[in-house]
């Protein structure tokens, strides 16, 4: 019997607890289990190499991508190491210019220094990919819809490509969401997921999680999550399998407040340019609605100010938060240039299309008329870049 989506959520790895009738997949909180001769137990001997709650946790992120098998890792870093990790020496790597600043940092700071080549396109134009490959092109790294340009890439037309190449493709998923978007569906091999954003989705633990329908990939990630230990406690796993219950749920109403903030921004004279697939003028808006169900919850725009101003703006909205992340109930905001991206040298934030006033906004679960009333207030003691300019600073 294969159930949808949203019971998927609630059901999947998450039967009844078989010893104490508990309805909800219990903490169990130790290291390690008893084994009733060397090497015959239960199932699990350490929590490294295999847990009960992780387990549930692993079921369940699987049946979400409708994928055979899931691994979970304290958080979306460590699920990318552990990706990598499949890599040696000499091996190249194809990636989604404008990714995730930690990806793009430890691909370029930590895996580089250990001889893997990476290369940096524009995958919105999957002739870019085509173009980038070597014999020793091992993985395509592909981050759909991207952070922080919500660029839309084709994951069918780069998988495929990838495929014709014997090139394992990677999906980082983290900002569409199951609920929106199924890679493996579409031609990929590997997902993952940052769980400490929306399938966590309330601000309160870090996660991250692969999933894959390969036994030969999925057989040497299981070595590698064991062999690396970046696995997550218990506890975590109890949190993130307690978000993913309302996760169907929380998308929906993530995304009709996301549609209305985009709207609402389009219009403001303060606002030059916004960035959001669900726009029919996106460049990527025809692929976006081709392969995701919606438009997900992460919106950024480009004030039409100065970097000073765009920093005084950071501090006026009320309710809107200041922080790194995303994917939360409670609505967020950054400033891409000094945040989330600021381990990325200034030429390369240029070239990618990172301005010094894009700002973006992860929308929460608030009511949206107070969301755009706080925007408003926020605006309007802002300074356009033409007042601006000549004159003296209002502070
Ligand atoms: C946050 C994030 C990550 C990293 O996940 P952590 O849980 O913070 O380690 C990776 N990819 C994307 C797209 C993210 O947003």
Redesign the pocket.
Known sequence: MSYRFDTRAIHAGQADDPSTGAVTTPIYQTSTFRQTEPGVNNGFCYARTGHPTRAALEENLAALEGARHGLAFA???AA?HTVLSLLSRGDHVISTRDL?G??WRIFTKVFARFGIEFTFVDTTSPANIDAAIRPETKLLWL?TPS?PLLHVTDIAKCSAIARANRITTVV?N??ATPVLQQPLALGADLVLH?T??YINGHSDV???AVVTNDQGLYDELKFLQNAIGAVPGPQDCFLVLRGIKTLGLRMERHCSNAELVARWLLAHDLVRRVYYPGLVDEPGHAIARRQMARFGAIVSFELDTTLEETRAFTRRPHLWTLAE??GSVKSLFCHPATMTHASVEPEVRRNVGISDSLIRLSVGLEDVRDLIDDLEQAFARTVRRDAAAGEERVA
């Open positions: 958080s979306g870093m990318i995730y930690g990806a981050e952070n980082d983290t900002f940052s400490t954003k870090l996660g991250g992340s995303l």
